[in-house]
């Protein structure tokens, strides 16, 4: 069986049309906000999963500490919990700042992070969690 071809300019495109779908879910609700920063999109939507609660890591950020550290932050406010989604390059340099984070009890807004690298090449999971405090 033939792997169908990988287009990096396909994978962009429905990248960025899920990316805008979550938008207009957290734009639509009465306890949704976004937060854009460094490549980073983090969106909450409200609902209580955590797969309702994207962050999407779309290159690498410049410094992935601050950026894991503020995903952290964004869920703790919202109180929900959320999941870090990154391929590729932004994968690669996500992935053991947000292994090496938080060593709070779980809690409602706990964070996964969900990351597959450069095709092919395996896939890699983490879990942090923050603590819990009202949205801004």
Known sequence: MNRPAHDD??????????????????????????EERDHVVSVATGMPLGAFNPT???APPRDPEAAVARIRAFYARAGL???????GDAADAIADAARSGSTAPPSRSSTTLVCSRSRGSGSTSASSTTGRSPPP
Do not use: H, T
């Open 9 to 34: 300019r396909q994978v962009a495109r429905s990248l960025a049309s899920l990316v805008e779908a979550f938008r207009r879910v957290a734009r639509l609700s009465d306890r949704g906000w976004i």
């Open 56 to 58: 999407f890591v779309l």
């Open 81 to 87: 919990a959320g999941e870090i989604s990154a391929s």
